[in-house]
């Protein structure tokens, strides 16, 4: 029917323009040299903002908890977009509860061999949960990207998008 031209149409754009184009711009920030400024933060929030709202242009609206069952960092994305937007959370079982619980890090680990010393330097966003654990944003915009991705490879879209290999 008519109406599947547009809606695929529409929906291919609003994944490339917003959704892919946001987690692209966030890899190239984290891949930069650059700290300070919570760069890193922003350019995550908004990859994650744009990936947690992706499911509201789908028609039928698949339903958060079917996505979470799918996806579960989904959750994970949820908290911190609602946590970024709120600052605090009350309601629900939040995996982090306060916008506080995202910060931006850099970790340098020292390597000592037979070879002599080798030091590793990457930025990173945590994110520190309820229960003490800590995960790093860059994991979960990952596992959900590439969620959404074989979600529309599903569909019948982007048969030729692959998904997105962790970095290194």
């Not at 995202?102 to 070879?115: A, F, G, M, N, P």
Request: neutral net charge.
């Amino acid at each position: 029917p008519k109406g599947w031209c547009k809606f695929f149409n529409a929906l291919s754009t609003q994944f490339h323009v917003n959704v892919l184009e946001s987690y692209l711009e966030y890899r190239a920030i984290k891949n930069n040299s650059r700290c300070g400024k919570s760069q890193d933060i922003k350019s995550g929030i908004v990859a994650a903002t744009a990936m947690f709202h992706f499911r509201e242009h789908l028609s039928p609206q698949p339903s958060v908890n079917s996505i979470i069952a799918a996806c579960p960092d989904y959750s994970l994305l949820r908290d911190v977009v609602n946590a970024s937007k709120h600052g605090t959370l009350t309601s629900g079982n939040p995996d982090i509860t306060s916008a506080t619980s995202i910060r931006e890090q850099v970790l340098r680990t020292e390597y000592k061999d037979d070879l002599g010393d080798y030091m590793h330097i990457e930025k990173v966003v945590s994110l520190h949960l309820k229960d003490g654990s800590e995960r790093y944003l860059n994991d979960v915009l990952l596992n959900v990207i590439n969620y959404w991705i074989a979600f529309l490879k599903q569909m019948g879209l982007f048969s030729n998008l692959e998904a997105f290999k962790p970095q290194l």
